[in-house]
């Protein structure tokens, strides 16, 4: 078993070097900055809803933390952590600042380690539910509206934060979904583990964090989730055209 100390603030430095390259290549093309905001409120409502469903679904299985920490709110400003909400923003995948639950307050229905999944597995539902929503939303734009709406400026405005909307729910989504600290899909992944990989897992989670940072900073991410969103994108819109027969 490995066994050294790993400080959390030395995984936001090195996101926190890498976002500022990112930025200061934002910065040098206006067209890059327009779809910056353009992505900008689409970032608040996943981050928000995110975590809003984080707190949500451990207050319902007993844990009152999140809502004494003013966390059971749709104020974005009580959930953005400033590297990953700036990560959304420029690479289109992060996080919000973590919503704390203590599962020893679960009601006695399931093992913690099961409530603990479910409250993970809470923030990226949400995020495809309102992808699916938003998806909904644009197709019903194109089904509806007039052709010279779709073509003004305020209508290609309106899309484009639908779409936006629709591409940044998918990301947070599926990122948060890789099994890895400090993502939701290593608390969803421990249910489903044999006793001895729990073991492992729990015993060297400051591994899996220097893993976590390797495949960032690498791109490796990048090319495993692609996929995922792309596919998840794809479906959505299928579904979409299907339902409004577009």
Request: proline share 5%; charged share 10%.
């Amino acid at each position: 078993m490995f066994n050294f100390s790993f400080d959390k603030r030395t995984l936001y430095i090195i996101m926190a070097v890498m976002i500022g390259i990112v930025v200061m290549q934002y910065a040098t093309d206006p067209s890059r900055l327009v779809t910056l905001l353009i992505s900008a409120p689409a970032v608040l409502i996943a981050i928000t809803f995110h975590e809003y469903a984080h707190g949500y679904v451990a207050y319902k299985l007993g844990d009152d933390t999140a809502k004494n920490q003013g966390r059971l709110s749709l104020n974005p400003f009580a959930h953005l952590d400033p590297i990953g909400t700036l990560l959304l923003l420029v690479a289109g995948f992060g996080w919000g600042k973590p919503v704390e639950i203590d599962p020893r307050n679960f009601t006695r229905k399931m093992s913690m380690e099961k409530g603990e999944a479910l409250v993970a597995l809470a923030g990226p539902v949400m995020n495809f539910i309102l992808a699916f929503v938003f998806t909904l939303i644009y197709c019903a734009i194109y089904k509806f509206a007039s052709i010279s709406f779709t073509a003004s400026n305020i209508g290609q405005i309106i899309l484009l934060l639908v779409a936006s909307t629709i591409s940044v729910n998918i990301g947070l989504g599926v990122f948060n979904l890789i099994p890895l600290p400090p993502l939701d899909g290593s608390k969803i992944i421990i249910p489903l583990l044999p006793t001895n990989a729990k073991e492992f897992f729990r015993n060297n989670e400051q591994i899996f964090y220097i893993i976590f940072i390797l495949i960032w900073v690498t791109g490796i991410a990048g090319v495993i989730i692609t996929p995922a969103i792309n596919g998840i994108t794809n479906g959505f819109i299928h579904l979409g055209r299907l339902i409004f027969r577009i």
